[in-house]
């Protein structure tokens, strides 16, 4: 093992580049595993070729790992550059693509004005959480099958959003990197100190995620005209609006106005990827990680089953797609330390069909429980005409109405752009709802996949406080509720979520550090531990949870 801890920027930025040099070489050749050559390695000047653990084919991963980690999203990233800088040789594991590769249109993502098979996971058809605009098919498009960054899946009861790509959500999410509030993260996480969430971890995240605010001229330029709108109506109607931070470089943004680079976040370059100023986690945690020359990706390749010997070594049974969807590998490997970063919902799954199928059968019945939508829903506004919102909008939301604090409409309700090229009047809100209900995973034998149950009584809690909320500022401002943007009919979305949020809580189904009862080396570092209501969008917050967490793993059990 060789130690290479060093947090220092210098170190951090060369290991960084070194990581980019890494993804974007194997991307363009097509190749399934990431990792530094040993080339690479000896001239950085870590250590030396002959300590390799095991050779590697080209594109070959090998048979053992002290450590893996499933799924390269927030908790798997995080995992797996602290894992390398401690020297412990990881492999990651992800059914995604490697996007680092620009298509024949000079792009790596499309748009999405313009979708095409780069934006879903092997749909013929375009699902945008929008369907219409006054009712009319704009939105979506007939496309090739492809692993392509979004995946919408259908639920009982609800649908779920999710990143399938090397970087996991942070591909196609709004950049909206949001602190919860402190008494509600108390209230909600009892046992885990806020003096170290909000004095270490937070900042520290915030730090590397490169998080930041949008300056004031950015905000008065016509792009964020829809935001103002949407602050100006709630605060006529006495509601307070407070500061959304983004990854979003607002640097890069700027010099987008001035025309100086192209457009990406104010070019419809968002759900579907962003070629250009988002700082997702292929551009800080992954590249780091590879860059520590102890860490080895294996995209295109989904773990399908989990298995642990008497020896307490897991053994993983993996399957290697290609570009048409065809299993074109199945592979089989072990490791001492297995970390399950593959999302709310993927590692509910793996755990409960281990659970189920008796290759991990001391797992506790708390895995599957106490899953949540982060009482998430959209609803949409029509707007007076002098309060026209602009049909050139940023694809990056800066603002939301905080509404938390109130005991009958509780909610904080982000003010969402819809750039739909023409202007509509519509002012577009995704709102978090302080919506108490949950849900649960189950194991389904017959098609050996888990699914949500989410029952329509437990949405309507939510949608009754949004439309608390709404009715407030269309009574305020005499507007009404905006119809022709779902397929529904009406004037917000069918149950779904952007922030799938529990199914193996901290303190239930693991400790207070994510180590999974019933099990040794079994850890949970993702957005399953967390309650399946944060108050605000996710992700900073699963970051900052798996920074505190690996820390005290690596002290603790290397
Ligand atoms: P996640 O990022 O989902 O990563 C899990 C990874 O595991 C994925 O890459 C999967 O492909 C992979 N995986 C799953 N199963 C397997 C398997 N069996 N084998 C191998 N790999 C597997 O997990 N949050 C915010 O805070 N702000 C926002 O503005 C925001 N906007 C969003 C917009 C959209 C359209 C979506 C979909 C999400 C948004 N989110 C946002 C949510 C946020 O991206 C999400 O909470 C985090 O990405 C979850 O992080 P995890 O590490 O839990």
């Known amino acids: 093992m060789t130690k290479q801890k060093n947090n220092d920027a210098h170190t951090f930025s060369r290991r960084r580049f070194l990581g980019v040099s890494a993804l974007t070489s ?115 498009r007939n496309i090739d099958r492809y692993p392509g960054v979004l995946d919408r899946m259908q639920h009982d009861g609800i649908d779920v959003f999710l990143g399938r790509c090397v970087g996991g959500g942070s591909i196609v999410n709004g950049g909206m990197a949001v602190t919860p509030k402190r008494d509600y993260f108390e209230e909600i996480l009892p046992n885990v100190s806020s003096d170290d969430m909000y004095d270490t971890y937070y900042p520290r995240v915030r730090d590397m995620l490169n998080v930041n605010e949008v300056p004031e001229d950015i905000y008065a330029s016509k792009y964020y005209r829809f935001s103002r709108v949407g602050e100006k109506t709630a605060e006529k109607a006495g509601f307070k609006t407070a500061s959304v931070p983004n990854v979003y470089d607002f640097n890069y943004m700027r010099q987008e106005i001035s ?121 949409a506004r029509k707007n007076k005409f002098w309060d026209y919102t602009g049909g050139q909008q940023s694809g990056f939301p800066v603002r939301g109405i905080d509404n938390w604090d109130d005991p009958e409409f509780p909610a904080f309700a982000e003010l969402a752009p819809l750039p739909a090229g023409i202007e509509t009047y519509t002012s577009l809100y995704l709102a978090i709802t302080k919506n108490p209900e949950r849900g649960h995973i189950q194991y389904d034998v017959a098609t050996d996949s888990a699914t949500v149950v989410w029952r329509a009584d437990q949405e309507k809690v939510g949608l009754d406080i949004a439309e608390g909320l709404f009715d407030k500022i269309n009574a305020a401002t005499r507007t009404d509720y905006r119809t022709g943007l779902f397929s529904n009919g009406t004037h917000h979305s069918d149950p779904f979520t952007y922030h799938p949020l529990g199914g193996c809580l901290l303190n239930k189904a693991t400790d207070n550090y994510g180590r999974v009862n019933g099990y040794q080396n079994l850890y949970v570092v993702d957005g399953s531990l967390l309650p399946g209501n944060l108050g605000v969008n996710p992700f900073l917050t699963i970051t900052a949870m798996a920074e505190r967490n690996i820390e005290h793993i690596i002290a603790n059990d290397l």
């Not at 893996?68 to 594991?93: K, M, P």
């Not at 579907?272 to 020359?293: E, F, V």
């Open 259 to 379: 025309g100086d680079v192209e457009k990406s976040g104010l070019g419809n370059e968002v759900i579907y990827g962003n070629n250009a100023g988002k700082q997702s986690l292929d551009r800080n945690y992954i590249p780091a990680a590879i860059g520590t020359g102890n860490v080895t990706l294996r995209c295109m390749t989904k773990v399908t089953r989990i298995q642990q010997d008497s020896n307490g070594i897991y053994h993983l049974n993996l399957e290697t797609i290609n570009v048409s969807g065809e299993v074109i590998e199945t592979l089989s490997v072990s490791c001492e330390k297995l970390l399950l970063g593959a999302g709310s919902i993927g590692t509910s799954e793996l755990l409960l069909r281990a659970r189920e199928t008796g290759d991990l059968p001391n797992l506790s019945e708390e895995i599957g429980q106490g899953w949540g939508n982060n009482g998430n829903l959209m609803l």
């Open 26 to 140: 194997a991307s363009a050749i097509g190749l399934t595993t990431i990792s530094l050559s040993a080339t690479q390695k000896a001239q950085a000047g870590w250590f030396s070729p002959t300590e390799l653990v095991q050779p590697q084919a080209p594109d070959g991963i090998a048979s053992h790992y002290p450590a893996i980690i499933i799924g390269s999203g927030y908790g798997g990233a995080v995992s797996a550059l602290r894992l390398g800088e401690e020297g412990v040789q990881t492999l990651v594991i992800e059914m995604g693509m490697n996007w680092n590769q620009a298509a024949s249109d000079g792009k790596t993502f499309c748009t999405m004005t313009k979708p095409d098979g780069r934006s879903f996971w092997f749909k013929d058809r375009t699902e945008a959480p929008l369907d219409t605009i006054f009712g009319i098919d704009l939105v979506n």
